[in-house]
């Protein structure tokens, strides 16, 4: 997981065999620019600030270094969106119609996703499933190399990223949105998040025994969230750790 040294971070970014960034929150912030420089590809799984905040640094941060185009993938809303409010020349330049240094091409190139269809990027086979948040967004089923990973994304409860993540063949993990403790459900509802309560729940529908890290936890509540997820008493749960490489 990429992000600054505390483990009290407010911004979304996962980071795939050095290349491949899930979320742009924080690799604008936490990556050196020699680790920029790798990334090609960055999957937006909505438009939320804190899973955006820092795109447009390190597409700046890494253009010097870049042979061809950054591509992000998103849903048509994220695209436009991104497009519109983001790379438009008043917030950020538009890096779509600049050009490379080598001339080659323009320095980043936006492709969408439809839900539910598989597309290679990097050399991952990446299936975006649409989950139940307050604007159109998708969790991803992650699969290369006979394992997968899911990440749901921000997410209140859903079935189809349960169901899919269930038959996804060598399901290793799940990186799941733990974003408020039990007694801020009324919150977590309204803003579409999960508690350890309903995540107790919806590990149900998985029926699967895999690793499964709590992440998108708010730092103001990150104790009591902590708690409440030992006190479900699954071996299997723990804390997602800013910075920590995984590997099946």
């Known amino acids: 997981m990429a992000g600054r040294d505390s483990q009290l971070q407010c911004l979304t970014s996962f980071l795939i065999d050095d290349h ?63 497009r519109e409010f983001v790379f438009n020349d008043k917030m950020w330049p538009n890096f779509e119609k600049i050009p490379l240094m080598n001339g080659k091409s323009s320095t980043i190139r936006f492709e969408t996703i439809e839900p539910r269809k598989t597309v290679e990027i990097g050399g991952l086979a990446v299936t975006p499933i649409p989950v139940n948040h307050i604007v159109p967004t998708v969790g991803l089923v992650v699969q290369a190399d006979g394992a997968a990973v899911t990440f749901t994304s921000d997410t209140y409860v859903t079935d189809e990223i ?30 579409k998040h999960l508690t350890p309560q309903l995540l107790d729940a919806e590990l149900k529908k998985l029926g699967r025994e895999v690793e499964v890290y709590a992440v998108h936890i708010k730092p103001t509540n990150r104790d009591e969230v902590i708690r409440q997820l030992g006190e479900l008493d699954n071996p299997l749960i723990s804390v997602g750790e800013i910075n920590r490489i995984y590997e099946w």
């Open 20 to 82: 491949i960034a899930v979320d742009g929150g924080s690799i604008g912030f936490a990556l050196k620019p020699e680790e920029m420089a790798r990334v090609r590809h960055v999957v937006v799984t909505h438009t939320h600030s804190d899973h955006t905040a820092s795109l447009p640094i390190f597409i700046a941060e890494a253009f010097v270094s870049l042979d061809g185009p950054v591509t992000i993938y998103g849903l048509p809303e994220v695209v436009s969106a991104l």
């Open 162 to 191: 349960w169901e899919v993540a269930r038959g996804a063949e060598n399901l290793k993990a799940v990186f799941v949105d733990i974003s408020f403790p039990n007694e801020l459900a009324k919150l977590a509802a309204d803003s």
